[in-house]
């Protein structure tokens, strides 16, 4: 069952410009993870936020959390065009098994130089 | 330099034949996983492993089966029983822990039913 939506599907800026995901979730969670994915690759770690944090910054990665609205949203600074890639939110639902981390279905970012 | 691996990146299958995907980790993590990705589609659990010699089922099972017999590799046999097998494998590798502090994926593996 997914737990995790990202909005928007998809999301086109010119380079320099920010850039700024969301997540939305449906269950008490322990944390929620972002991940990129480069077509046709692996997914890569990008940040984690646990339950009892509101904001976190990695570079030019801002992420926050809002346990109220089950939301979340991540913010990328000055893009580049090696940003183009799908961003997918990822949690561990509380309580439920803490094996099973769940993805949304990703926000497409395009990054045109 | 620690990673995953995932073998072999493009896969072929004909219809009735059963596939093995390849999937080793030299980064000591005590958990796997096996995810299928569609197209447009986020990640389905098809199944994890917390430690050696032990495994369960995630939320897309049928038609697949695993091993874990070493700690280093989690491989995915495709049955003939998956109907509909097309698609981008990801395995990952995580402390026992996982979920609370991340995964680390593989570069994947696409199978295709010719």
């Known amino acids: 069952s997914q737990q995790g939506e990202e909005d928007p599907q998809a999301l086109s800026i010119q380079e320099g410009e920010n850039a700024t995901m969301n997540c939305s979730y449906k269950?008490?969670?322990?944390?929620l993870q972002w991940y990129r994915q480069n077509s046709g690759r692996g997914l890569v770690h990008l940040i984690l936020?646990?339950?009892?944090?509101r904001e976190k910054h990695s570079g030019r990665l801002r992420v926050t959390l809002d346990t109220s609205k089950k939301s979340s949203s991540l913010l990328i600074t000055a893009s580049r065009a090696a940003d183009t890639a799908s961003y997918f939110c990822?949690?561990?639902?509380?309580?439920?098994?803490?094996?099973?981390?769940?993805f949304g279905k990703g926000t497409l970012l395009t990054v045109n130089p | 330099d620690g990673g995953i691996t995932q073998s072999p990146k493009y896969l072929f299958r004909k219809e009735g034949q059963n596939v093995t995907l390849s999937c080793e980790q030299n980064?000591?993590?005590?958990?796997m996983y096996w995810y299928r990705q569609d197209p447009g589609q986020g990640l389905r659990l098809i199944y994890y492993?917390?430690?050696?010699?032990?495994?369960q089922k995630g939320d897309i099972a049928e038609g697949y089966s695993v091993s874990r017999e070493k700690k280093e590799s989690f491989p995915l046999t495709v049955t003939s029983a998956q109907k509909n097998p097309t698609a981008f494998y990801l395995c990952?590798?995580?402390?026992?822990?996982?979920?609370?502090?991340?995964?680390?994926f593989g570069s994947g593996t696409r199978l295709t039913v010719v």
């Open positions: 990952a590798s995580s402390i026992a822990q996982g979920p609370l502090y991340g995964y680390t």
């Open positions: 492993s917390q430690i050696v010699n032990d495994f």
């Open positions: 936020i646990r339950s009892n944090e």
């Open positions: 980064l000591n993590h005590d958990a």
């Open positions: 269950t008490s969670i322990n944390n």
């Open positions: 990822a949690t561990p639902p509380r309580g439920g098994s803490n094996y099973k981390l769940t």
